[in-house]
């Protein structure tokens, strides 16, 4: 689907589309009327479901399958059957006599039909007298038939545009999908004309961005080594998360951590040689003492024993856990 501030898509030696914006898909959509076609490039089923609000429905709405490369009988009759199938599930709140009576033997034997539980299909009858009377059973209003096109398989593509263009002469009002332009040759050149390509407003930068599983600082390979035994740990994969700060009110600080365990209050930390000289010593020291006074538990393993033995170091991380969870005979998960 193309953004607001790229140009619409169109053919070669062809002007650019008219553009639809994806806000307006639902109303155009479902106020299609008896026999109107629209066709939207851009988008496909799954784009448009989150998008068709039923309080601007002027009538029903029926997605068509097609998947499975069906003929075009098979996609008719493949409709034929779920609108019996609603019409059933609707018996006997159908439409009134009035607006059956053209066709009153077919009413009376649907009728019939969804009176002993049965979907009112008849299969020797002509599908056109079928599709007129189910659409007045089960959406008297009018039936837009949505359906999804490969623009990339012609041969799967053909049949769902005859059985669409189908519907349309016999009353259905249809909206062909195309999640990418199709080529404007045969199948395709005989649905196209008047089309639109939808048109959305850029996402923005959060919903482009992913942030990488690991918390750890991307310039120590301990934190990153440590990070990876906690989480393939049953007990403790689901407690801690790295490089995370830690607001302590009572002093004013905020103080970036190398591990928490949040619900336990438990800081572990991972210090390499720079931490045994001052200043950084010292700093480390007046940092404990204050997550200290807000009550968390604060572990310090060196680099050097991540290294040596980093089944020792997750132990240590552990027995503070099993402590904390203990204590005063409280239980933390």
């Not at 169109?10 to 002007?15: A, C, I, K």
Request: net charge negative; hydrophobic share 45%.
């Amino acid at each position: 689907m193309p953004r607001a501030d790229e140009p619409a898509p169109g053919f070669p030696g062809v002007s650019p589309l008219p553009t639809l914006p994806v806000a307006g898909l639902s109303g155009r959509i479902l106020g299609l009327g008896v026999g109107e076609r629209l066709v939207l490039i851009g988008i496909g089923l799954d784009g448009l479901e989150s998008h068709l609000d039923a309080s601007e429905a002027e009538h029903s709405l029926l997605v068509l399958l097609t998947a499975g490369g069906r003929t075009t009988a098979a996609i008719l009759d493949g409709l034929l059957d779920d609108l019996a199938d609603l019409a059933l599930a609707r018996w006997p709140d159908w439409h009134g006599p009035g607006a059956l009576e053209p066709h009153g033997p077919w009413l009376k034997a649907a009728a019939k039909h969804a009176a002993a539980g049965r979907p009112p299909r008849f299969r020797r009858a002509a599908r056109s007298l079928e599709l007129v009377q189910l659409q007045l059973a089960v959406a008297p209003s009018g039936l837009v038939l949505v359906a999804e096109l490969d623009p990339a398989a012609p041969e799967h593509a053909a049949p769902v545009i005859e059985a669409l263009e189908w519907c349309r002469r016999h009353g259905t009002a249809v909206a062909a999908l195309f999640p990418s332009a199709p080529p404007p040759v045969p199948p395709y050149d005989r649905i196209l004309y008047g089309a639109h390509a939808v048109l959305r407003a850029p996402a923005p930068a959060e919903a482009r961005f992913l942030a990488p599983r690991s918390r750890a600082h991307p310039a120590s390979a301990v934190e990153r080594r440590v990070e990876a035994a906690l989480r393939a740990d049953a007990e403790l994969r689901d407690l801690f998360s790295g490089n995370e700060a830690v607001p302590l009110p009572r002093f004013g600080t905020a103080p970036r951590v190398d591990l928490l365990w949040a619900a336990g209050r438990v800081v572990v930390e991972l210090d390499g040689p720079e931490h045994r000289l001052d200043p950084t010593f010292s700093a480390d020291r007046h940092r404990d003492y204050e997550l200290l006074a807000a009550g968390y538990l604060v572990l310090r393993i060196t680099n050097a024993q991540v290294e040596t033995d980093l089944q020792r170091s997750l132990e240590k991380i552990r027995d503070v856990v099993r402590l904390r969870r203990t204590s005063d005979g409280a239980m933390i998960r």
